[in-house]
């Protein structure tokens, strides 16, 4: 696949293309970014060397993709016009497009037209199903245990923490599924429902479905999303919680955060210790649940800053605290691996 990134390039704002290129490595043959066309990849997000870097769909097609993946999942989900063409260009070509935006590509005249030309495919990957239920609560009897990520902020990397986690219980003999609720981690896991493009009555809904449709597994890592301090993603944060039943979260910071992302007023963030305690809260009326382990995002710190970060929350919180891609999920996994050896598993 080729990533299009366009004038986006970067690991916060570019979350989708930088994902892939963790977990897909293999499949990426080209980011697209005219702002960075000739750097190298990992110079500017720090992962994937050999990846060229091109200015235009039209160059990554000499690298023979099949499929291009809008690469950026911009605030209000839809496509910027400057990536028009290129999305033409691809179509033209027999490529597949691949998006994760809030508007469906495939309901555009110009887009549907060039891909039935060519016989091209265009994937909606935030195109929610039709048979949602409401919430009922069916999560409570699910056989998995079930883990949740929450954040104190929104894009704080619950995703790549929950994927973390997963490969850690793997590693460790456990069947340990990813639950992908965005559509980044549909195009990682090859399933899901992306739950922010889902009428709020059936949000929770959603989430039970893919935990009950699962629920054979040992261990269940749902992917948390928004915030429940966000003005503008708390919703999809609070049906989330209440559609997994988790029996623990383990909370995602970005380090260098204090206040909230994304919001024309400032909200400033809440101690760590104020956010466990919120995120406890909400859930104690439904279904109890505790927040075991912290992980940390210490992007942009150089090591020894990162691990005093560690250290202070750790102190702090009182609770095990890591950064899954700079130091691995040991110590994260461990807490939620002793949460899981209490109950009857």
């Known amino acids: 696949m080729a990533l299009l990134t366009e004038g986006h390039l970067g690991v916060f704002t570019s979350k989708t293309a930088v994902c892939l290129v963790r977990y897909c490595r293999d499949e990426v043959v080209a980011v697209i970014d005219s702002k960075y066309a000739g750097q190298r990849l990992e110079d500017v997000i720090g992962i994937g060397r050999g990846v060229p870097l091109v200015a235009s769909v039209r160059e990554a097609l000499a690298e023979r993709p099949d499929t291009l993946v809008i690469g950026v999942a911009p605030t209000g989900g839809r496509l910027a016009d400057a990536w028009r063409q290129g999305v033409l260009d691809a179509l033209r070509a027999g490529v597949t497009v691949v998006a994760g935006l809030h508007v469906d590509l495939a309901d555009d005249p110009e887009f549907a037209a060039a891909a039935r030309s060519s016989g091209a495919r265009i994937v909606d990957v935030r195109k929610s199903p039709e048979d949602l239920p409401i919430g009922t609560m069916k999560a409570a009897d699910a056989r998995a245990f079930r883990v949740l990520t929450v954040g104190t902020d929104s894009n704080t990397g619950k995703m790549v923490a929950a994927l973390e986690l997963t490969l850690a219980a793997r590693a460790a003999g456990l069947d340990a ?169």
Do not use: W
Request: proline share 5%; net charge negative; hydrophobic share 45%.
């Open 177 to 345: 599924r990813f639950v992908a609720t965005g559509q980044t981690g549909i195009m990682i896991a090859g399933k899901g429902i992306a739950i922010d493009h889902v009428v709020s009555d059936f949000l929770a809904g959603a989430v039970e479905r893919m935990v009950v449709e699962d629920s054979d597994a040992d261990v269940l890592f749902v992917e948390g999303q928004g915030s429940l301090v966000h003005p503008g993603f708390s919703g999809v944060t609070l049906g989330l919680m209440h559609g997994a039943l988790p029996q623990v979260m383990v909370l995602v910071h970005v380090v260098s955060r204090d206040k909230v992302r994304s919001c024309p007023r400032e909200v400033r963030l809440p101690s760590l210790a104020d956010m466990i305690e919120l995120s406890e809260r909400v859930m104690k009326p439904i279904f109890p649940s505790k927040v075991v382990a912290v992980a940390l995002n210490t992007v942009g710190l150089c090591d020894e800053d990162a691990r005093r970060a560690v250290e202070e929350t750790e102190r702090a919180t009182g609770l095990p605290t890591g950064d899954v891609i700079r130091f691995g999920a040991g110590p994260i996994f461990d807490a939620v691996k002793e949460a899981y050896d209490e109950t009857a598993h």
